[in-house]
């Protein structure tokens, strides 16, 4: 990570297009399904999937491959995502993730004094 820098989501949406699991963990799960007003048997029925490695649930894809809660650039869950999705790019990221990815570099000092 480039230290003393925050990478500033522009929305794009391209991260919620990668084919790619999503892991639950059960404090998430309660939330999502909390917040969609689903009884949790419910959302994991409808929205979730066992992991590959049969670690735990995943949320599901569309056949596109996009993620099952975006809508146009719109998370229809955006309050209560994941922590994968909020963690990116800042907590986790990959070799080559920029060119994918809109974030702007903001130098943290900068946000620092503007709170
Ligand atoms: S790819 Fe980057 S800029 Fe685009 S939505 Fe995801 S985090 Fe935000």
Aim: proline residues 8%.
């Amino acid at each position: 990570m480039e230290e003393g820098v925050h990478y500033a989501c522009q929305r794009c949406g391209n991260c919620c297009r990668w084919p790619g699991e999503v892991p639950l963990s059960d404090p998430e799960l309660d939330r999502i399904s909390a917040f969609l007003g689903m009884s949790l048997h419910d959302f994991i029925a409808d929205y979730t999937d066992l992991r590959l490695n049969r670690s735990g649930l995943t949320l599901i894809e569309k056949p596109n491959h996009e993620c099952v809660f975006l809508d146009g650039i719109d998370c229809r869950i955006q309050a209560v995502k994941p922590d994968q999705c909020s963690g990116f790019p800042n907590q986790w990221n990959f070799p080559g993730w920029r060119r994918s990815c809109e974030a702007i570099p903001v130098p943290l000092k900068e946000i620092d004094k503007s709170v």
